[in-house]
């Protein structure tokens, strides 16, 4: 039995298939701990992005 590698993501957990695109769940954002600026759709941070 093969065992979850920390770094592999988990489909429904940590990503989704949306027309074709991956997109990232709160709780992966959660799990990596930062915002990287990208306007992501889950990001909990949104909103505290730096304004350019």
């Not at 920390?6 to 989704?16: A, C, P, V």
């Not at 997109?23 to 730096?50: A, I, L, M, N």
């Amino acid at each position: 039995m093969k065992e979850k590698d920390e770094g592999e993501l988990k489909e429904g957990e940590d990503f989704y298939w949306e027309n074709g695109w991956l997109v990232f769940t709160e709780d992966y954002h959660r799990k990596r701990g930062y915002c990287c600026g990208s306007g992501c759709r889950h990001c909990p941070w949104r909103g505290e992005e730096k304004e350019g």
